[in-house]
């Protein structure tokens, strides 16, 4: 599945100067109530740009420059703190992380981001208090992220009851999570609910390009239903589409599980 990078937004404490005060907002979503804090909210919003697009140098040199601009603005720390995960700087990205979460302990969004640098980092069951810290929040406009970060790590631990769980609340929060989906069906295919994860996967095919993930899971789902004509199908694509990809060497060498 193609990764999903997580933007950052962050909740100021009623300390922070600069910014209006409205208990549970996300930062990023407030108005800003001087020159300052302003350009700090804008080269934090560009930085967020180019750090989905990949270019993680100018990323960080956005970070900077709002933080020049106002050092408590918690947002760029947050941004900063995902460009250096990106970096695989882990111990600068966490010390970024901290200092957001100092500045805006209950934002959503900053809380999500942490909890995921947690659970990249072998810290998966204390990500989970992070990402249930996000979920508080009424105002959060992407729980839907969230609660599929959270099945993600607790499939890391081998919870596949919660995991579960999690994705399930992060179709009810967005029918069309692909994530969520992908991990439903997957979970269905380990337990042996073959019926379920033919579903999912069907749902998953109408909404995204097919990948070497699921194509793969696919052909091994309709394998065990015993329908080799689908089976014939998925891996056809899978050799067509994804050469050189471990999901084609597992199929060539025959390790369906």
Known sequence: MSRIVILAAVFLL????????????????????????????VHTELGSLYLVRGNLSVALEEARIALSADANYAPAHNLMGLV??????????????????????????????FGWFLCQTARERRSLQYFQNALKSPLYATPTMTYANAGICSLRIKDDKAAEEYFLNALRADNRNDRAIYFLADIAYRQNRL????????????????????????????????????????????????????????LMQGQYE
């Open 14 to 41: 009623a300390a922070c100067a600069g910014v209006a005060q409205h208990p549970e907002e996300p930062v990023s979503q407030q108005q800003t109530s001087n020159d300052a804090s302003q350009r700090a909210k």
């Open 84 to 113: 250096h995960m990106q970096l695989q700087e882990a111990s600068l990205a966490e010390a970024s992380f901290e200092r957001a979460l100092r500045l805006a302990p209950a934002d959503p969004e900053i809380n999500n981001s």
């Open 195 to 250: 019926a379920a994860a033919r579903q999912r996967l069907t749902e998953l095919h109408k909404l995204v390009e097919p990948t070497s993930d699921t194509l793969w899971l696919a052909a091994r789902v309709e394998r065990k239903l015993g329908d080799r004509e689908a089976e014939a199908r998925y891996s056809s694509q899978l050799r067509r589409r994804f050469p050189g990809t471990p999901e084609l060497q597992r």
